[in-house]
């Protein structure tokens, strides 16, 4: 497994951008396949954005699609998830995970790392 640090949440007014960055620890992070989900009180933690180990394959949630933009670093061990556009309903802790895999997963169960997240608010 690996170590996963999320930062960069925050309070945002609706309408504003956040950028949210997961760094790993480990010198394989190439092979692991990276996901973000969010969590907001009283409901399930849901696939926000993945990408493949190398960088050139994203998949979105459809209530994300063209506001939210995944990306990787694969030489600073890093993950990023630009989040435009924002509205009260993307407010949640949002948790950047992983797993050794070439396989696409965007459910919760697939991932065995997972960061402790961060938290993004979204004024009205």
């Known amino acids: 497994q690996v170590q996963l640090v999320e930062s960069g949440g925050g309070l945002v007014q609706a309408g504003g951008s956040l950028r949210l960055s997961c760094a790993a620890s480990?010198?394989?992070?190439?092979?692991?396949?990276m996901g973000w989900f969010r969590q907001s009180p009283g409901k399930e933690r849901e696939f926000v954005a993945a990408?493949?180990?190398?960088?050139?394959?994203?998949y979105y949630a459809d209530a994300v699609k063209g506001r939210f933009t995944i990306s990787r670093d694969n030489a600073k061990n890093t993950v990023n998830l630009q989040m435009n556009s924002l509205n009260p309903g993307d407010a949640a802790i949002y948790y950047c995970?992983?797993?050794?895999?070439?396989?696409?997963?965007?459910?919760?169960?697939?991932?065995?790392?997972w960061g402790q997240g961060t938290q993004v608010t979204v004024s009205s």
């Open positions: 995970a992983a797993r050794k895999s070439s396989s696409i997963m965007t459910v919760r169960g697939q991932y065995d790392s």
């Open positions: 480990g010198r394989t992070f190439s092979s692991y396949f």
């Open positions: 990408i493949n180990r190398n960088g050139d394959s994203t």
